[in-house]
């Protein structure tokens, strides 16, 4: 019976790993804004906070390339069941925690197997028939995180009206939900698995990786990257009110409108404009000069420039990060291709423990130093990918992909 019910294609498999994602981020957007509310009943100073965030990338830093090797081998699919069973199981366990070692727990359980975005990523990769098609995919990806970005903080603001726990008790479920939907309707697409010894050493791909000078250029842009966003999001709404005197309130509708941008960026202009007219190589080297600008306009203490820069930067944030995935796996052999989507993820963990301890460094020098030192950051990688890039090409692995029956 159990067998019937699998073969039995009732939901779209891409439906299943955008509702993955979609989870994924909604908890993300739950937690900003309740988070510090919640964490206070536990009277616990505020640093406590930001080591909630930083303990969840650590150990993501740590899992994801080994998830992303184990995924070469055995496949797509029981990765992305183990990791959306440890996300479901470490969200209920910091709702329903008495104390603060619980809450800590709860992060670390969902950080170990945090694989769901980075093998969600892989799977439409398998699936995707070109070029064109893989970045499409990833904007799919790309969108769903812009819509759970905008639905989060509001979802997350009115469950915790009702009670400060429930927010974290829905994901919990939901991701419970997909974790069975999965395990029931979601199909191998990873036919081009390797017989490598898979290493628990966690540094081992990054090393890896890091000997292979042909991509090394593509990989530091893209930790440089992750630092520039995340040092600048650290103080963000220190920022405003600081600068401008904005309330909370005026923080999570400017959080919503670069939700509405990355949406609407990712669903409709990636397609019908960005692919459509421009190589992706082109985009992801010269889109950085009006992303390096941006941020640098966002430093200048005018309420008119800071939301321009927040606009352009929403914008060039959403399309670079679906291209410059896209043009980095490019490189990637078919059978390493989990590993090598494990490592950006790792980078980009790395770059979210990074980002906020230069952000708020520089921030206690001045206030508007985070966002110059964002655009100077950005700078740095558009020189760096410019010198670089001609020198290597991708190689051309997509073929038409063959889903495997359950």
């Known amino acids: 019976m159990l067998k019937n019910i699998k073969n039995q294609k009732i939901i779209s498999p891409k439906a299943i790993i955008l509702f993955t994602v979609f989870l994924d981020v909604l908890g993300i957007g739950l937690i900003i804004p309740i988070l510090p509310f919640y964490v206070e009943s536990f009277d616990v100073p505020d640093f406590v906070i930001t080591m909630l965030f930083a303990t969840f990338s650590l150990f993501a830093f740590f899992s994801a390339p080994i998830l992303g090797m184990i995924s070469d081998r055995v496949g797509r699919r029981p ?23 619980g809450l800590f727990l709860g992060r670390i359980i969902d950080g170990s197997a945090a694989g769901n975005i980075s093998t969600a990523q892989n799977y439409l990769v398998d699936i995707s028939k070109d070029e064109k098609d893989r970045t499409k995919n990833l904007g799919l990806i790309g969108a769903v995180f812009g819509i759970s970005f905008v639905i989060g903080p509001l979802v997350g603001g009115v ?27 979601l199909p ?16 081992s791909p ?16 893209w930790l440089l990257f992750g630092i520039a966003i995340s040092l600048n999001q650290s103080v963000f709404a220190l920022y405003i009110g600081k600068v401008f005197s904005w309330t909370v309130v005026a923080s999570g509708f400017l959080m919503t409108l670069v939700g509405i941008i990355i949406s609407l960026n990712q669903a409709f202009f990636l397609r019908k404009v960005w692919l459509k007219y421009f ?13 390096a ?20 930067t929403a914008f060039c944030n959403s399309t670079l990060r679906v291209v410059m995935n896209s043009q ?14 494990g490592i950006l993820s790792s980078l980009m963990s790395l770059s979210m423990i990074l980002g906020p301890i230069v952000g708020g460094t520089v921030y206690e020098i001045h206030s508007s130093l985070p966002f110059v030192s964002a655009g100077i950051i950005i700078f740095i990688t558009f020189i760096f990918i410019f010198k670089a890039y001609k020198k290597i090409k991708p190689r051309a692995h997509i073929e038409t992909p063959q889903v495997e029956a359950i």
Do not use: C, D, H
């Open 206 to 221: 990054i090393i890896k990786a890091f000997k292979n000078k042909n991509i090394l250029p593509l990989y530091l842009s």
């Open 188 to 203: 191998e697409t990873n036919n081009n698995r390797n017989n490598k010894k898979i290493s628990l050493n966690p540094f």
């Open 79 to 101: 990765v992305l069941i183990i990791s959306l069973a440890s996300s479901a199981f470490g969200w209920l366990i910091f709702a329903f925690s008495k104390t603060i070692f």
């Open 293 to 312: 600008i941006g941020y640098i306009v966002m430093s200048i203490p005018f309420k008119f420039a800071f939301i321009f820069g927040l606009i352009v």
């Open 279 to 291: 190589k992706e190589s082109s985009l992801m080297i010269y889109l950085l000069i009006p992303f």
């Open 328 to 341: 980095i796996i490019g490189f990637s052999n078919k059978n390493e291709q989990g590993e090598m989507m």
């Open 159 to 185: 469950l915790s009206g009702i009670n400060m726990k429930l927010p974290f008790i829905i994901v919990g479920l939901m991701a419970s939900i997909n974790t069975v939907l999965a395990y029931f309707f």
